[in-house]
Structure formats: C-alpha cells, structure tokens
DNA sequence: TAGGTAAGTTCCAAATAGTGAAACTTAGTT
DNA sequence: AACTAAGTTTCACTATTTGGAACTTACCTA
C-alpha cells in the first residue's frame, strides 16, 4: 500500500532482511541496517534474531555483526545443482575458455534481469564467485538481449516493459521499439552482439540456450574488447559456440529428473 | 512442544519447506513435498505460494514441480563469498591435492554437524559441487572432532550433547564421556584422526582452521583408506597440512572487513 | 459420456504470531 | 557521576496465519 509492490507477510520481510545483510557483502551491525530499513527498530531486530536462529545469519557476538549464516551455504550447494544450468555446463565452459581464449559468461533470467551465473577468463582462470551471482540489465547486454529475443512473447512483452533504458553509452539502445526492433534481427540473424552498448570498447557476442521444447534455458556469451576484436571477427566464433550451447542444452535436459543420487561424504 | 526443537515462527516453517525442497535435489511436485512434510494441506500450499512469489523457489507450471529459485541463487553465492572460507580455501586445497594426492575436505561446523564445503580427490579433480554440501556426523569424523575440540566451552558442551552416538563401525565412539575423552587426547596430540569410526576402511587425519583469536574458522582433513595408509603415515602429512591450515586462516583473518568491492559484470 | 478418484486450490472463523512505541539495559563517552 | 548512543525487552493491539473442510479441476476408467 506504502511503496514497493511485495511487502506481503513476515516471510516477505524477513526474507527483505536477508537481502540486505547480502548487499552490504560483508558483517553488519545492527545500526547499520537499521539506518538502511524500512522496519522499525524492534521488528528489525526480531528478524534478525530470527534468521539468526535458523541459521540463514551468523552472529559474531565479538564485533556485533551479522553475516550470512551457514544454512545459505548449504542451499547454496543445492541451488547450484538445482535450479542452475551452471553444473551442467561448467566443463563445456572450460573447454570454449580454453579454446576461445576470451572472456565467457554463462547467464540465466532473473526476472527482468540477467544474472551471471558462470564465468571463465582467458589467461587466468577468474575464482568462481568473483563476478558470478551478479545481476545487470538485459536490454543492453549480449546474453540479455539473447535470451530475450528467444523468450515467450508474453514473458518477451513484461521484460521489454520493466527495463529501465538507462543510457550507459552511445550506442545503448533507450527505447522499447529499438530494443524490439534489435531483437528482430537478433531472431533473424541467429544471435545477438553487444556494441559497446553496455561499456565503452567492451564488445561481445552471445548465444541463447534452448531445450528441446524452444524454452530459454539461458545465455552463453564470448566477451572481448574492441582492441583486440571486431563484431564480426567475434562473429566467426559463432560456430564454435554454437557446438557448445548445443550440449549444454542437451545435457541439461537428460538431467531434467534424475533420480536422487545416493551419496556419502 | 511435539517433536523438534525450534520450529519458531512462519520464516521458520517456510524455510523448513525451502530445505525440504532443497533435499530432494530436484524439482519437486506438491504432493510429494505434502507426503513428507508435517505440514497439513493448505499450510503447506500457502507456504510454497509465498516461497514462490518471493522468488526463492521457481515453479514450473507444465511440470507442476517446484525447485529453488533464482533469489536463492543469488544469495547462495553472497553466502558463499561472505560465510564460508571455501573461496578463501580454495587455491591453498589445490595444492594440498596436488601435493599429497590423497582426498581433501574443507570444512565448517552447521549446528551441530559437519557441513563439507570443498573437496579435491586426488588423480582427477573432483566437480566442485559433487559432494560439497552435505553433511555428516561431528562425532565420528576427523574434521568433526577436530573442530569440535577447539570450540569454545558453551558451544563445544551444545554439540556434544546433540550428537547421536549411532555406532556406524566397531570403532564409532557412541558415548559422550568417550567422546570427551577423545576430545582431550586431540587437544593435547594437536589434531584429530578417524580411526574407521564412519565407514570401515576409511581413515583420516583432520586439523581445525582457527583465527587469530582462537575461533574455529573450519576444519581440514586428508582422507585414505587403511589399504593405503595408516594412521601414522597420515599423521606425516600432519606438518603440510599445519602449513596449508595456517595460510588459510591468515587469508581468511584479511577478509573479514573488506571495503565494499566495486565490481561490474 | 457418465462416474470415480486423486491432485490442487480456496474459504473462513478461531487462534496465533507479529507489531512497534516506549521503556529499559548496557557500554562507551565526557 | 552524568550523559549519550546502541542494543534489548515489554506489552497491549492487530494483522496474519492456521487448517478442516468444501470446492474445483484434471485425468482416469468402465
């Protein structure tokens, strides 16, 4: 009723509450959060002591800072494996690495947002979660536009309408119709190129992940700089990625409803 | 009042849900979550609609299945980078591997168990999230016993009192007073073995990682099997591991206060 | 096509859990 | 000792949650 659309029962806050403590992206103290809440002071503090007894937060009683708990890495392992086409495609990612030589990003929709879920760079193996679990915008960036123009039309229309068409350079498309039009030919063409639509001299070409039914699994993409490559020197890639994407898809299917895996540690 | 210990609140409920869709591994249909739970019907429903909306689990209409969602994606990787040492770990276990070529776990204490973070096998790299992210017993394992031994008083007390003391092997300690005992002679040797009290066969060598301040931070263990090894030749590795332990903490000490990093996808 | 069964969804009065202003307790100043 | 800020608890008030039961699909089966 106040401002933000969800703000539906304790689950809802509490859950609000994890979020932040996320976004700080390192312990907190109590004061902090409460300058940065909606929430009243006593019913911060009963969240926080909350999801502190379930384990989603960890409270060091030394420094008075909270932290995200243990029990979100354990979800975490499992979301991994779950919801994620990352396990699934991470051997096929450090194989195109290897080859390609260029920065690769695995991506999924988030909403109307991309999220990265996996990425390799060239030279050195980049640490896994370094950039990883970052979210950016779709209407400007390779994987986004990718999975977009590949998405349902319905899904397609409501991400068109939420995106904010903030221009970040010159070539960052700022309105609906453009970004319409660009998917058209990203259809047509087969794939989709970020011009330094994101960053300046930043360039990339990306791919969309499709299952077998046409469902957007998510999104491969090759990133480099405009020193070193053209469109359309990326564009030879192509190929190559295409392999690539073709059996992540494939894999990702077969494990669609595995039986549960029997293991011991 | 009925069975468990804490089953607080409404967040406390939907996150038993969010665990018990986690457990399957795979997406879940309602009644097969509704079998297993001790929710009734309509609870339960309302539970996972709330879930859903909130994005912490994906519901996939044509399936009807639900599984874990892109917000716990995303948070999974804060926690990852945030609660645990495993990315701090990471390079020093590679080495570790590489150098002993036997097993390698990392690992952290979840309440009362042991919650596996990483692991190396030794010829072949393990995938990451294969067996990461399960958990085991604290009383018949290395790393179990090893950071139990050097928790603080209150905590180490909580945890032995919780503990099962199911007898897996011959060997399984199955009293507290044993374990207790145990705990003393780790103390003063300075690390803990496994002496085929999980599984018969399986032996290990374990250290806990501490700070500074004498927290357990984790635990480290390596792994054999008595075929291979005995308990005294694992106890040689005890030095290379004191050094890969020692690295650790230091590395994970630094971190505890980062600024916050500007990054950009 | 009717009739049956299981799965999923909605209802609503009763019960419970959540709310937040304010009072209180620490811990750290000056 | 008096002041201040940070964190914690209280309690009457309310809003949310609860779950048995009824309802609606959707899919079998005869």
């Given at each position: 009723?106040?401002?933000r ?13 994890l979020?932040?403590?996320?976004a ?23 969240l ?15 420094s ?8 979100l890495?354990?979800l ?24 390609i030589?260029?920065?690769v ?24 979660y ?34 904010s068409?903030h221009k ?18 990203i ?14 001299g ?5 791919l ?32 190559h ?13 077969s494990w ?10």
């Open positions: 009723m106040t401002e659309s969800n703000e539906a029962g304790t689950v809802g806050k509490a859950l609000n509450v979020d932040q403590v996320a700080f992206g390192r312990p907190v103290k109590f004061s902090e959060l409460l300058e940065s809440s909606d929430y009243p002071k006593a019913t911060l503090y009963r926080l002591q909350t999801l502190t007894q379930q384990g989603m937060l960890s409270y060091d009683s030394d008075g800072a909270y932290a995200l708990g243990v029990r890495v354990r975490a392992h499992q979301a991994w494996r779950t919801a994620s086409i990352a396990p699934v495609a991470r051997p096929y990612l450090d194989a195109l690495s290897l080859e030589g260029e920065t990003h695995l991506a999924q929709l988030d909403h109307a947002q991309v999220l990265y879920v996996d990425k390799r760079n060239a030279a050195v193996p980049v640490e896994m370094s950039q990883a679990g970052k979210v950016g915008p779709v209407y400007c960036t390779g994987v986004g536009k990718a999975m977009l123009a590949w998405s349902r039309i319905d899904a397609q229309s409501r991400i068109i309408e939420q995106q068409y970040f350079t010159d070539n960052t498309l700022t309105s609906r119709r453009a970004l319409r039009a660009e998917l058209d030919i259809c047509s063409r087969g794939f989709a190129f970020d011009n330094e639509e994101h960053e300046p930043i360039i990339c070409v990306a969309p992940i499709l299952s077998q039914g046409g469902e957007v699994l998510g999104g491969l993409s090759v990133t480099s700089t405009t020193a070193r490559h053209s469109l359309d020197t990326l564009a030879e890639l192509v190929p990625m295409k392999t690539t994407v073709g059996r992540i898809a494939e894999d990702a299917e669609r409803f595995p039986d549960q895996i029997k293991e011991h540690v």
